[in-house]
């Protein structure tokens, strides 16, 4: 009969609430893919998955893009050298940066379940090496 009790422990652990998985992504001077980047670019989550913004090396942030977040999404940004954790409740594609390092082509995309707003972060004008980056980080957000 002990059985019983430790088999309803299992059952209502394993029906408990569902926790978002956690990511993370390292802001660094230079990684597998040159200068100034965020490793890895492109994360593809469902929604709920939380994803930390590492400050790995001095000097960089984390800040959505305007226009490159799903409607009704809030936006994020953190301070320079500050490590920042986000939770990703609304599908979509979200486009951020490195304020400083943006035109160095410091870019990023974080694709929430389905890329609802893949056409309007496709719209959205960008400048400098982040042109070139986020049009191949775009691409593989399908």
């Known amino acids: 009969m002990r059985s019983l009790p430790l088999a309803l422990v299992a059952l209502l652990t394993l029906a408990g609430p569902a926790f978002g998985a956690e990511h993370v992504v390292k802001m660094l001077n230079k990684g597998a893919d040159g200068m100034f980047v965020f490793e890895p670019a492109l994360v593809k989550i469902a929604p709920g998955d939380k994803v930390t913004f590492q ?3 001095a000097g960089h942030n984390v800040e ?79």
């Open 55 to 57: 400050s790995v090396d």
């Open 64 to 142: 959505s893009m305007p226009g490159m977040v799903p409607d009704g999404a809030q936006p994020f940004a953190g301070k320079p050298n500050e490590t920042v954790t986000v939770t990703f409740d609304k599908p979509g594609v979200y486009g951020y940066r490195c304020k400083p390092h943006y035109g160095m082509g410091m870019v990023g995309v974080v694709v929430v379940g389905a890329p609802t707003n893949l056409d309007a972060a496709k719209a959205v004008p960008q400048s400098g090496k982040a042109k070139a980056a986020f049009e191949k980080l775009l691409a593989a957000a399908k």
